[in-house]
Each structure stands twice: as structure tokens, then as C-alpha cells.
């Protein structure tokens, strides 16, 4: 596992948005695995630069997004979340994007994506890390799932995520890559953003232990992981 460490957010933005822009510029026609949430934020905003500067071009890269809530209104939606962090603002082809619908019916989103991730594989994968270790939707467990499943969030994720929602109320259940779909991208880009991650990225740097309980050790498994966090994190 490669860690960089970084002086500031904004920092580690930079360092996650050169990793992504050099994947893109070696493979044009890559399958990029994103995330939503605060750690990506600054870095779709650089990414959207680059695009409006002529230094990126995403027109033959595929997108595949990590997770989506289950039942929540559109406005809540991670699709809204990407169309306005990402998607309307990089030449990206909408058709090449492929994301859970949080409207459909969530055990079919579940067949199609499967399907998905049965014929193809990502090549970068964007991870950020949940205060209790979750990567995707993937919740600390006595026993992790494979492939992409519906899930019950825990109650310290739906803590975590309710100020992104109007109400405060954040859906039960999202549809999430598995921990096994996570770990057969080629290669993958962890950015640790926030006090609240402290506890669990030390058990991912310090550990060297593999457990459900903190699924993000699992990336110890993975023979191309870059960590990208704050050095103040880590001390
Ligand atoms: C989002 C996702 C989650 C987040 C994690 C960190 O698509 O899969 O695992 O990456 O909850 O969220 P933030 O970045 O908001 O701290």
C-alpha cells in the first residue's frame, strides 16, 4: 500500500485529482469507479477545471458510481449529487455512466448492476472511508458481502450523511458495490478526509489485521492501493 501524506484537504485533493487525471490521460477509455460524499468534492471541482481548461478529456471514459440510497427523493438522489459535483461539468457521454437508480426497483438495480460488475472490470477505483470504516455502503459486520447488495445503514452512517438531506432523514437502506467488486478494480485511490476517520485509518495503517469490522482493512488484500490523507490524521 502506497500512503501519501498531505498537509491539507486541499492538498490531498490535488494529489487525488493528478492520480485521476494521469489514468485518464494513459487510458482514455477507462472505467473510472467514483464516490460521493465531502472527500470527493474538491477533487470533482479539479476535475472540472481541468475539463474546462482543455487538460482532460473524459469523452470516451465510463463511469461506474459505488452506491446509491435506496427510496429517497431526487434531490437527495447521489445521481443529483455527481450530475452537479461532475458529471454536467466534464465532457463526459451520459450514456456511459452507470449508476443504482433510486427509484427503481431495488432487488432488479441489484440483478443489472451484477450483471455489471460480471462483465466488467474497474480500473481506478475513488474510495473515501465512512467514520466507522465502511467503504461504498459496506458496514462494519460480522460477515461481508461479495457483490453489489442492498444494505441497512448503520445508525452512526445515517449520522454522518443527514446533513446532506433537507429533512435530516436519511433512507434505511442503499445498494452498494461489494467488498469483492471493490477489490477486483485494478487499482485503487483511498482518500481519508476528517477527524471522524482517525480510528479507523489507523487500523488500516498501523493494523496489518484484516477485519469486518473495520472493512476498509480489507484494501490491505489489494496489491494497488494509494491512501491519500492528511498527515495531522495519522499522529
Ligand atoms: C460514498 C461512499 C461512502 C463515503 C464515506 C465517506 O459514495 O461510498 O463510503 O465515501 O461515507 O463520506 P465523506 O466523504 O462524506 O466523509
Known amino acids: 500500500m502506497k500512503v501519501i501524506l ?6 490531498s485533493a490535488r494529489k487525488g485529482a493528478e492520480i485521476i487525471l494521469d489514468a485518464v490521460a494513459r487510458d482514455p477509455g477507462l472505467l473510472l469507479g467514483l464516490a460521493t460524499g465531502e472527500t470527493p468534492v474538491a477533487i470533482y471541482r479539479l476535475l472540472r477545471e481541468a475539463c474546462a481548461a482543455g487538460t482532460a478529456d473524459f469523452s470516451k471514459a465510463r463511469t461506474v458510481n ?7 427523493r431526487e434531490e437527495d438522489s447521489y445521481r443529483r449529487f455527481m450530475d452537479e459535483n461532475l458529471f454536467d461539468g466534464i465532457n463526459l457521454d451520459k450514456s456511459k455512466i452507470t449508476i443504482a437508480d433510486h427509484a427503481a426497483d431495488p432487488a432488479g438495480e441489484v ?3 451484477r450483471a455489471f460488475f460480471g462483465a466488467n472490470r474497474v480500473d481506478l477505483q475513488l474510495l473515501g472511508i465512512g467514520p ?8 462494519p459486520d460480522s460477515e461481508l458481502e461479495a457483490g453489489v447488495h442492498v444494505t441497512g445503514l448503520t445508525e452512526s452512517t445515517k449520522r454522518a450523511n443527514a446533513h446532506w438531506f433537507a429533512d435530516g432523514a436519511v433512507p434505511d437502506q442503499a445498494i452498494t458495490m461489494g467488498m ?22 489507523r487500523g488500516l495503517l498501523d493494523g496489518g489485521k484484516v477485519t469486518t469490522r473495520n472493512p476498509a482493512t480489507f484494501l490491505l488484500l489489494h496489491p494497488d492501493v494509494t491512501v491519500v490523507t492528511e498527515r495531522s490524521l495519522t499522529v
Open 132 to 139: 466507522n470504516g465502511h467503504i461504498g455502503f459496506n458496514e
Open 66 to 72: 459505488l452506491d446509491e440510497y435506496v427510496g429517497c
Open 111 to 113: 440483478v443489472r448492476l
Open 180 to 201: 469483492g467488486d471493490i477489490l477486483k478494480a485494478k487499482s485503487i485511490l483511498l482518500v481519508v478526509k476528517g477527524e471522524s476517520k482517525r480510528e479507523v485509518l
Open 6 to 11: 498531505t498537509e491539507s484537504y486541499e492538498e
